[in-house]
Nanobody, 127 residues
Framework: QVQLVESGGGLVQAGGSLRLSCAASGRSFSSYAMGWFRQAPGKERESVAAISWSGGKTYYADSVKGRFTVSRDNTKNTVYLQMNNLKPEDTAVYYC????????????????????WGQGTQVTVSS
């Protein structure tokens, strides 16, 4: 079992940056793949980025490639999402999620693959 708490959301102008953090409590954080997802009003939750247990594998949605960077610090039980050059279409509630990382050549990044979810943090990008 793991509990996840996101932080770092807020209001930013287009072109600005934010860094989201997701702090995990519980055992074996370093055995989990971690994902970031988002849900905009009236839309389905979608994958944004993911990182394997070691940080050696990452995944990014096409819409954020080159702008967002996912990283993790297993000594701090924390995963990060650095978001640069933000656009109004990035406005959403951002969630982090965790799942035991079973894969050697793949990083889980689909909603149904994840077992544990945080409560989310709001990111609003003004134009």
């Amino acid at each position: 079992q793991v509990q996840l708490v996101e932080s770092g959301g807020g209001l930013v102008q287009a072109g600005g940056s934010l860094r989201l953090s997701c702090a995990a409590s519980g055992r074996s954080f370093s055995s989990y793949a971690m994902g970031w997802f988002r849900q905009a009003p009236g839309k389905e939750r979608e994958s944004v980025a993911a990182i394997s247990w070691s940080g050696g594998k990452t995944y990014y949605a096409d819409s954020v490639k080159g702008r967002f960077t996912v990283s993790r610090d297993n000594t701090k039980n924390t995963v990060y999402l650095q978001m640069n050059n933000l656009k109004p279409e990035d406005t959403a509630v951002y969630y982090c999620a965790a799942v035991t990382d079973y894969y050697s050549h793949y990083v889980a990044h689909l909603l149904y693959e994840y077992d544990y979810w945080g409560q989310g943090t709001q990111v609003t990008v003004s134009s």
